[in-house]
């Protein structure tokens, strides 16, 4: 009976003495805390985000400054508005999603500002 179990069991693409459920849960327990450990890592990779310079290309495309009163005559530009109350912006890591390789100035200003919705 002990022969006929094995040989269903390797018929079934299994192993006979659970060796292939042993590595899928340790496959498993492993990616499991590398993604544990990824998520607390995420912050830290914003903030090593350099600064969002002025004079760069997107920077010049969306008219971004660092100081939103500078912005005063670009005429999207009203009062009030600045990153840091703008839907893009991610005040914990300074992000931006309209700039994402870089981190822009919480008072900074661009034309690609939108309402926040909270």
Do not use: I
């Not at 849960?25 to 590398?34: Q, V």
């Not at 010049?60 to 508005?81: H, I, M």
């Amino acid at each position: 009976m002990q022969e006929s179990t094995k040989k269903r069991t390797r018929e079934a693409g299994g192993s006979p003495n659970g060796e292939g459920r042993r590595r899928f849960l340790r496959h498993g327990l492993c990616a499991s805390g590398l993604l544990l450990l990824g998520w607390r890592g995420l912050p830290t990779l914003a903030q090593d985000k350099p600064m969002l310079d002025p004079d760069a290309y997107q920077a010049k495309a969306l008219d971004y400054v660092e100081e939103a009163s500078n912005a005063a005559d670009t005429p999207a530009y009203q009062a009030g508005r600045r990153c840091a109350n703008c839907d893009f912006f991610t005040a914990s890591s300074q992000a931006c999603g309209l700039f994402p390789d870089y981190r822009v100035a919480s008072d900074g200003w661009c034309s690609g500002w939108t309402a926040s919705a909270s």
